[in-house]
């Protein structure tokens, strides 16, 4: 099965239609916009012809969390279905 399509089973499955949600492709890979996050899939070559995966997730349009790189599309598609039922916790830091 096409990432792109273990992508949408995976986010329906793990919502439940309890969210709204959207799936776009991107040049480096995928993207799912919610109504309080993005997550976005990102590509990176590796060596040896080898691709390696980055999930991150944004709020408010900043960076909250990184995870990977991922050798595998099984191991990136479970921490995604982890992100998606997780809370956003970030910490705003000042000077002073």
Known sequence: M?????????????????????LAETADGYRITLDDRKLELDRHDAPEEAVHWVLTLRADGETVSKFGPYESTERLV???????TSDVFYTVCCDG
Do not use: M
């Not at 096409?2 to 959207?22: I, K, M, N, Y």
């Open 2 to 22: 096409p990432l792109e399509d273990r992508l949408t089973t995976a986010v329906r499955e793990t919502l439940s239609g309890s969210v709204g949600w959207t």
């Open 78 to 84: 479970d921490q995604l279905e982890t992100v998606l």
